[in-house]
DNA sequence: TCGAATGTCTAGCAGTGCTAGACTCGCCTT
DNA sequence: AAGGCGAGTCTAGCACTGCTAGACATTCGA
């Protein structure tokens, strides 16, 4: 048994390694660079490899799109202080989010625009992603004011993205971004 | 003089033909169809002619998400009354803005994610954009309340492409769709 | 020690965007 | 009206993509 659980452990420890260096792949020469074969190169092992951890290339690009809803989730907590929820919390949560997107846009871009692969199997939505959403519904969920806050947090959410995404396409002058996440806030937030 | 005026109304008119070509057959069979061997297929010439009209194929892609802009912008205008803006207006521009993407999901993906083609020129951005924004502006200016009206414009178009965006992703369940951009126009609005 | 099964690699397929060079045809000049 | 030149078009091909069948080791259990 002893061997078999060598032989799972260093499998496992193979995806991880896949996974990481497509992120950082991506993240030095952006997605275009992560072929089959440039990252077959990197992990020191030929293409068919990969098709043995992962049924698509896209199933890559969505591993590295679930550490990033991790990592967006911790963000986000460590950004907002625990305890009653409020405008301030709010504000906060709103510039983390747009900071995580602009400390990682490769990541965000994983995350969004090149969701094919992403498992979104039958369970709902991976766990990853509900606990992203359950990280602002926590915080956001109190300033909700009558509607009902998953909806909000829904909307909230959108109109970050919807930010990011316009901004990072070069269509919104960045410049003024703090400006236009103080509005957001301002009138979103139930006052 | 005259044959050579023939030979551009000519140009002009196969120019055409390849944008309305590649048009079709992304709202047919997706963008991923519209390949270059495809689209010459459709238009009865080889490749390269392709190529003498645009430098890249994004470039194709580009000028039909300039239809896009145009139509939207046309959409927008129709949907709210012309005369003093208001709270209704800028609901009525909103439903128009997403049915429009509704409607047109293909041309919406060629617009915003497909945008690398996008003639993104020195003279700010080309005409169909900018009128599109201006269309934006025109009826939601009166209502951005004490804030900038460029600046509120620009917020309120990322939350509605956010929803867009998030919602044919499938990351929004679609049933709340319009619950949801009553409680955005609901706060955006200047109250 | 041998047979089988597991694992990995080489080589290749069908497709992509894009282009160099051959060719043909229509036009202008003599 | 005949000829040559240039513009316009096509064929063929390059370098690359994601993905996979089949050959080859290598390791394991009997």
Sequence with gaps: MSTQERKERE???RHRLIVSAARELAE????DAVTTRRLADRIE??????????RKKDEIV???????FAELTEAVRRAVPTGPASRAAAAALANAYVAFAE???TIYDAM??????LPFADPATPAP???AFEALL????????????????EVFWAALHGLVTLTRAGRLPPEHNAQRLDVLVDRLVDR
């Design 112 to 117: 969004f625009s090149l969701s094919a692969g």
């Design 45 to 54: 092992y030929s293409q068919p490899v990969l098709y043995s951890h992962f």
């Design 11 to 13: 499998r496992a420890s």
């Design 62 to 68: 969505g591993a590295v799109a679930l550490e990033g």
């Design 28 to 31: 030095t020469e952006g997605w």
């Design 129 to 131: 992603l509900r606990e």
């Design 138 to 153: 926590d915080t956001l969920g109190d300033v909700a004011g009558p509607v009902e806050p998953g909806l909000f947090v």
């Design 103 to 105: 400390r990682n846009p």
